[in-house]
């Protein structure tokens, strides 16, 4: 199905570069049916077009009647913008899907013509080596082919969940976001080791191995991270005394936070986009 569909990104960032990686891993698209635009940066559209073969050039070049998903890749505050200068050039057959960390389907669906098909989705960086977690919502008028067809794209970038929207904040703070916590926290724990004498370099794969190995854990033992936990827990011993520093400083209480604080900002971007008052993002 997705090898005879043509998409089309608006925006060139980090989050289109990651999708674009991960679709031309998968084989699934030729190159030629995957075209990349932005605004003004023309030094980006060629790196883009050089790293992996698909279409870069201005919007106002793209063959608009070939495509059949259009992307949207750019930041939220750019959105309303982006959703005018395509609303009267689209079909009723051609599907819109944002990347965009708060703008609703609803958003979409009241910035375009009515009936125009939508979906909403939350990807993360690791797109980039098709290891994303992607949340996927569809608009009120979108077929389901469509939501399948974009479920096909996704699944070129990783692991994709179809959610209720009213999920997506939470599920940007846990997913969209989250990445970023783990980085935080390599960051740190990087820094241990090399302050402690150990090699940058060494340290760095120790951490991420340490990372991607309790991760594996979970997804392939398909147990709890709580009884994971105490099997690395001796009674008195290195881990306990670890943990209970963990929680003397709060670890818990900051994850939470990150995670919360994070949903709150993806609400409040759908509320100030409403209000026509989002100055960034
Ligand atoms: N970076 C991430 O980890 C994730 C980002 N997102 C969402 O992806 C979107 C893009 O984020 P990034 O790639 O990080 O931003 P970025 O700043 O790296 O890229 C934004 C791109 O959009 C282009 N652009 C701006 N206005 C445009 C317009 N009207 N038409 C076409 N292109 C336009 C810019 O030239 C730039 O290429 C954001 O809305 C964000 O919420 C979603 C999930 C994860
Ligand atoms: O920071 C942001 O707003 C975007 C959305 C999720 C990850 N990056």
Do not use: W
């Amino acid at each position: 199905m997705l090898a005879n569909k043509t998409i089309a990104f608006l925006g060139a960032g980090s989050m289109a570069e990651s999708m674009i990686s991960g679709v031309m891993t998968a084989g699934k698209m030729s190159p030629d049916r995957v075209f990349v635009t932005n605004r003004s940066n023309a030094d980006r559209l060629e790196e883009i077009h050089d790293k992996y073969g698909v279409s870069a050039m201005p919007q106002s070049e793209l063959p608009f009647e070939e495509i059949d998903l259009f992307i949207l890749a750019m930041k939220p505050k750019g959105a309303e913008e982006a959703l005018r200068s395509i609303k009267d050039k689209l079909n009723p057959g051609q599907v819109i899907l944002s990347v965009l960390a708060g703008i609703t389907t609803e958003f979409m669906e009241d910035h375009l013509n009515p009936g125009q098909q939508v979906v909403r989705v939350m990807p993360n960086t690791s797109s980039m080596i098709q290891e994303s977690a992607t949340a996927v919502v569809a608009g009120k008028n979108t077929s389901m082919a469509n939501v399948e067809l974009v479920k096909e794209l996704l699944e070129c970038m990783g692991e994709v969940y179809i959610i209720d929207e009213d999920q997506m904040d939470v599920f940007t703070g846990l997913a969209g976001s989250g990445p970023a916590y783990f980085y935080y926290l390599m960051e740190n724990m990087e820094r241990v080791g090399v302050q402690k004498g150990m090699d940058e370099e060494t340290v760095r794969k120790i951490v991420a191995q340490t990372i991607f190995g309790a991760a594996k854990m979970v997804l392939e033992k398909e147990e709890a991270p709580t009884s994971l936990r105490e099997k690395v827990t001796s009674p008195n011993g290195t881990t306990a005394s670890g943990l209970e520093a963990l929680r003397r400083y709060n670890g818990g209480e900051a994850i939470t936070q990150a995670v919360e604080h994070a949903a709150k900002r993806s609400k409040e971007i759908s509320e100030e986009l409403e209000e026509g008052a989002l100055v960034t993002s």
